[in-house]
Structures are given as structure tokens and as C-alpha cells.
């Protein structure tokens, strides 16, 4: 065993272990929900948030920084895979015996967790714009890492170097990107065809987007991405 694997080997074999006691349909839908359920799940918390945030004043903005949100999880995906053929670590049913693995036929090397810099990611974007359902998303994306774990196809370090990974490409790069991607939304918002997209349609009454009738734009914030970021 070498020094690198030292610190979580333990917890590895004890939160494995977890899964001797669990019927084995309980294992087969835990091994699921890490591998695919998750990831669903954060996709339609992704659209609800999108849906939400077209009513808002500062829809631009938002719509903007939640489009950041599935392109950095595409960033943290494509930066992981030079860490992960750098570092090189071998899974943890390779060098440790006595695992129970539940998603079989892994293959890759195991630092950093792809699964988790991808959710993670996604759920961090969705935190910018709905604290709420953002934070539904990143207790969805911490059980997806515990389940990484639960299953024996990633070490608990491989799994906190995929959250912070994931939480770092969007948050440092959240400026460069949100400064190219609201015009873009902008310029939809200002489509009559496509506007539905970035703002929801007011009534004919009501005034209406610009570009669709002409009326009265509802306003839009400043200061992206969106209203719902901490100070």
C-alpha cells in the first residue's frame, strides 16, 4: 500500500463495507443514482431553474449564468483528464482486496472522480442563479460522491478533488464566461422568435419584451449573473 492511498483506505473499506447489510436491490438503485440518477436529476433541476429565471427582472443575466453552468461541467470534464493520466492512481478494487464492487467494468485511472467535477459543476451553476434549488443541487452532488465511494470505484480523496475541481472551473472562470455569454443572451432576448428562451412572454396587455411588439422592456440587473448570488 502505498503513502498516497493511506489516509482514506479506511474509510473506503468502512463506508464499502455499508453495502454487506443493504438488499441487493438497494445497492443496484444506489449504483444507478451514482453513476446516471444524479446526473438526470441535476438536468431537470438545470431546465426548472431555467424556467424560473425567465420571469425574473435580470433575466438576461441569469439565463446567462446558467448557461455557464453545463459548459464549465464540459471545462471541468476535459481538465480532468490530463490530471487524471498525470497522476495515474489505479481504482480501489486494483490494489485492495475484499471490495464489493456495485458498478462493474470500470475502467481510468481513479484521481480525480469525473462523476463528481461534473456534478459538482453543475450544481455550483445552478447555485449562482436559484440559490434553492442550487442548493438541492449540491446535496444532490454530495450524495453522488458518497456513492462513488459506496460502490468502490473511487477513493474518498478522488471524490473531494472532482468536487472542488468542479466548483473551481466555475467559479474562477464565471467572469470570462459570463462576459461572452450575456451578449449572446442579450441578442436573444432581443429575437421575437427566440426571446421565449432568455425572458418569459409578457400579455399583449402588459406591453410585451422588446422586439415583441414593441412595449415596454421588463429591466434587466447590472451586475451578472444573477440575483440570487451571495453579495
Not at 31 to 38: I, T
Not at 202 to 225: S, V, W
Given at each position: ?30 449504483a444507478?443514482?451514482?453513476?446516471y440518477?444524479?446526473?438526470f436529476g ?13 420571469r ?22 476535459l ?38 467535477a ?7 451553476g ?33 471524490v473531494?478533488g ?19 455569454l ?26 410585451g419584451?422588446?422586439g ?13 449573473p ?6
Amino acid at each position: 500500500m502505498s503513502d498516497w492511498d493511506s489516509p482514506d483506505v479506511d474509510l473506503l473499506y468502512r463506508v464499502n463495507g455499508w453495502a454487506g447489510g443493504v438488499p441487493d436491490w438497494g445497492n443496484s438503485a444506489l449504483a444507478f443514482l451514482s453513476e446516471y440518477g444524479v446526473i438526470f436529476g441535476l438536468m431537470v433541476l438545470g431546465l426548472w431553474t431555467w424556467w424560473t429565471a425567465r420571469r425574473r427582472a435580470d433575466a438576461v443575466a441569469a439565463v446567462a449564468a446558467l448557461l455557464w453552468a453545463p459548459l464549465a461541467a464540459s471545462v471541468a470534464y476535459l481538465v480532468n483528464y490530463p490530471i487524471r493520466e498525470l497522476v495515474a492512481r489505479p481504482r480501489p478494487f486494483v490494489d485492495h482486496e475484499g471490495l464489493q464492487v456495485l458498478v462493474p467494468d470500470k475502467t481510468g485511472f481513479s484521481f480525480v472522480s469525473d462523476h463528481s467535477a461534473l456534478v459538482m459543476a453543475l450544481a455550483v451553476g445552478i447555485f449562482m442563479v436559484n440559490r434553492r434549488l442550487g442548493a438541492v443541487a449540491i446535496a444532490l452532488a454530495l450524495f453522488q460522491g458518497f456513492g462513488r465511494v459506496y460502490t468502490a470505484v473511487h477513493y474518498p480523496t478522488d471524490v473531494i478533488g472532482g468536487l472542488a475541481l468542479g466548483t473551481a472551473v466555475v467559479l474562477l472562470l464565471a467572469p470570462l464566461a459570463l462576459a461572452l455569454l450575456t451578449p449572446l443572451t442579450r441578442a436573444v432576448a432581443t429575437s421575437p422568435r427566440v426571446a421565449w428562451l432568455v425572458r418569459t412572454p409578457e400579455p399583449a396587455d402588459g406591453g410585451g419584451d422588446a422586439g415583441e411588439g414593441g412595449g415596454r422592456a421588463r429591466p434587466e440587473a447590472t451586475q451578472p449573473p444573477a440575483r440570487d448570488l451571495a453579495a
